[in-house]
């Protein structure tokens, strides 16, 4: 496991044009904040993940440069354009080529659904999932916490595994075998009891 972990949502692939003597050079990076932060980590020899989305052709160069980097990349490729921009700096200043903003990332299904809707994702730690799916609720957790201590100002818990057995399809099984799952819960809601009367009443 890294010792950091960075989510950059759409991660920028760089392409530079700058003087070097009587010829030119072209630059390819990948940019954008969270892999500046990813880059000066690397430098103090910290190992970092990056988790993003990769859309495209660029998205695939910026994975391999990320790579490159000594980055690990935990990236979800989707279809689509990715952000990059092309610059001139032979005069001395940016001069924009081109810009490619980017497709937005697409509204997943899941949040059509009505205001209020709960849903629990489980993601397993691994450097690559096998995909997302939607999964049933295990009836038992993996681990149980139990409230062993308590007084004025402190509490105690203790943890520990499960001996029951993954039911087969249940999200607890597919996180196990490397899937995100995806289940949609039903909300807890607020259901006025009648015990105390309102503030304000009578």
Same mark, same amino acid.
């Given at each position: 496991?890294?010792?950091? @972990?960075?989510? $950059?949502?759409?991660?920028?692939? @760089?392409?530079?044009?700058?003087?070097?003597?009587?010829? #030119?050079?072209?630059?390819? %990076?990948?940019?954008?904040?969270?892999?500046?932060? $990813? !880059?000066?980590? !690397?430098?103090?020899?910290?190992?970092?993940?990056?988790?993003?989305?990769?859309?495209?052709?660029?998205?695939?160069?910026? !994975?391999?440069?990320?790579?490159? #980097?000594?980055?690990?990349?935990?990236?979800?490729?989707?279809?689509?354009?990715?952000?990059?921009?092309?610059?001139?700096?032979?005069?001395?200043?940016?001069?924009?080529?081109?810009?490619?903003? *980017? #497709?937005?990332?697409?509204r %997943?299904?899941?949040?059509?659904?009505?205001?209020? !809707?709960v849903?629990?994702?489980?993601?397993?730690? @691994?450097?690559?999932?096998?995909?997302?799916?939607?999964?049933?609720?295990?009836?038992?957790?993996?681990?149980?916490?139990?409230?062993? &201590? &308590?007084?004025?100002?402190?509490?105690?818990?203790?943890?520990?595994?499960?001996?029951?057995e993954?039911?087969?399809?249940?999200?607890?099984?597919?996180l196990?075998?490397?899937?995100?799952? /995806? @289940?949609?819960? #039903?909300?807890?809601?607020? /259901?006025?009891? *009648?015990?105390?009367?309102?503030? *304000?009443? *009578?």
């Amino acid at each position: 496991m890294s010792d950091v @972990t960075i989510f $950059a949502p759409s991660p920028i692939l @760089t392409v530079t044009v700058e003087n070097s003597g009587d010829a #030119d050079e072209i630059h390819i %990076h990948a940019g954008g904040q969270g892999v500046w932060q $990813a !880059r000066m980590l !690397r430098r103090l020899g910290v190992s970092v993940t990056m988790c993003c989305s990769l859309a495209g052709e660029a998205g695939q160069v910026i !994975r391999h440069l990320l790579e490159d #980097d000594g980055v690990t990349v935990v990236g979800i490729e989707r279809p689509g354009r990715a952000s990059a921009y092309v610059q001139d700096r032979r005069g001395g200043e940016r001069a924009e080529i081109g810009t490619e903003v *980017g #497709d937005p990332l697409a509204r %997943h299904e899941l949040l059509r659904h009505p205001r209020g !809707r709960v849903i629990n994702v489980n993601v397993p730690n @691994t450097v690559e999932s096998r995909g997302m799916v939607e999964a049933d609720l295990a009836p038992f957790g993996i681990v149980q916490t139990t409230l062993t &201590q &308590q007084d004025e100002h402190h509490v105690r818990l203790a943890v520990e595994d499960l001996p029951r057995e993954p039911v087969p399809g249940s999200d607890a099984t597919l996180l196990a075998d490397g899937w995100i799952t /995806v @289940t949609g819960l #039903d909300p807890v809601s607020h /259901v006025p009891l *009648g015990i105390v009367a309102e503030v *304000g009443a *009578g």
